[in-house]
């Protein structure tokens, strides 16, 4: 499956990287995109945005255009052909 995958903020600006294809033989959670990327691209990605087992605060994941929040968090299902925007909790002062 293949899926169309987008960084935004502060992640887009640690990983230089504005969105990529990742490609995987099997169906994924959101939970196992984001331990993939983290070997596959960045080993920073899941900590980012997961703590114990949750997301972080902020964190917000859409999924062809749905937030993860109100589908079923990390174990929301993608599917090939999926967007999957990733926005890292906001950092201010």
Same mark, same amino acid.
């Given at each position: 499956m293949k899926l169309h995958?987008?960084?935004y903020s502060t992640l887009r600006l640690d990983l230089k990287i504005k969105k990529l294809e990742?490609?995987?033989e099997s169906e994924l959670t959101v939970?196992? %995109?984001?331990?993939? $990327?983290?070997l596959?691209?960045?080993p920073t990605i899941y900590?980012?945005?997961v703590r114990g087992g949750q997301p972080i605060k902020g964190t917000n994941i859409l999924i062809n255009g749905?937030?993860?929040w109100h589908l079923n968090l %990390?174990?929301?299902? $993608?599917h090939d052909g999926d967007k999957v925007q990733i926005f890292p909790p906001?950092?201010?002062g």
């Open positions: 995958v987008e960084f990742y490609e995987s939970e196992q %995109l984001l331990h993939r $990327l983290s596959d691209v960045n900590d980012k945005l749905k937030s993860f %990390l174990n929301t299902p $993608l906001a950092a201010g």
